[in-house]
């Protein structure tokens, strides 16, 4: 499996970005699908996920009510709408993907998000 971001980029505290992740390959293994941020000296940390057909997103505390993320299974697509912001958002986001049994295996090559005060 190939995944492709895009969307990254600066933005003021309070703006939006959407992220965009393409799935191509053998995508009968992207049952889970998610989001990932890093920056530097801190582990990478799971942001946000949905599984395909489900219900309940995951959402890490630190956007809960801020990002939404969505997924076209049809499209293999995965988006991660971002509103309001912070300067504590930036860092390099990852989409990744996996079957059930190995949740994220395939990983994108990131995008920035850098939000300025």
């Known amino acids: 499996v190939q995944l492709q971001a895009s969307g990254g980029g600066w933005v003021q505290t309070g703006g939006s970005l959407r992220l965009s992740c393409a799935a191509s390959g053998r995508t009968s293994s992207t049952y889970n699908m998610g989001w990932f941020r890093q920056t530097p000296g801190k582990e990478r940390e799971r942001v946000a996920a949905l599984a395909r057909g489900g219900i309940t997103p995951y959402y890490a505390d630190s956007v809960n009510g801020r990002f939404t993320i969505s997924r076209d299974n049809a499209k293999n697509t995965v988006d991660l709408q971002m509103n309001n912001l912070k300067p504590e958002d930036t860092a390099v986001y990852f989409c990744?993907?996996?079957?059930?049994?190995?949740?994220?295996?395939?990983w994108g090559q990131g995008t920035q998000v850098t939000v300025s005060s």
């Open positions: 990744a993907t996996g079957p059930q049994y190995n949740p994220y295996v395939y």
